[in-house]
């Protein structure tokens, strides 16, 4: 039997976006930026930097993935 997708996973079939846990993004609707802590109902689950909790996000609005260095990999700002 297979195993069906995660949450994640299925976010990233579905929109076509490099998203796993532990990714970086810019929330250019307001200004901050923060960490993919998992996915939920279609949803990304991101804690801002400096919160204790996490949030849920459209994957694609308002967000910036970026990688490693900090440089922008896929936006979503319209």
Do not use: E
Request: net charge positive; no cysteine.
């Amino acid at each position: 039997m297979v195993k069906p997708p995660g949450p994640l996973q299925r976010i990233r079939d579905r929109y076509k976006i490099p998203v796993k846990r532990g990714t970086r993004i810019y929330d250019a609707y307001s200004g901050t930026h923060g960490v993919v802590t998992s996915a939920k109902n279609g949803r990304l689950m991101i804690r801002r930097d400096g919160w204790k909790f996490s949030i849920p996000y459209h994957p694609t609005w308002m967000i910036d993935y970026l990688d490693d260095s900090g440089a922008v990999v896929a936006s979503f700002r319209d």
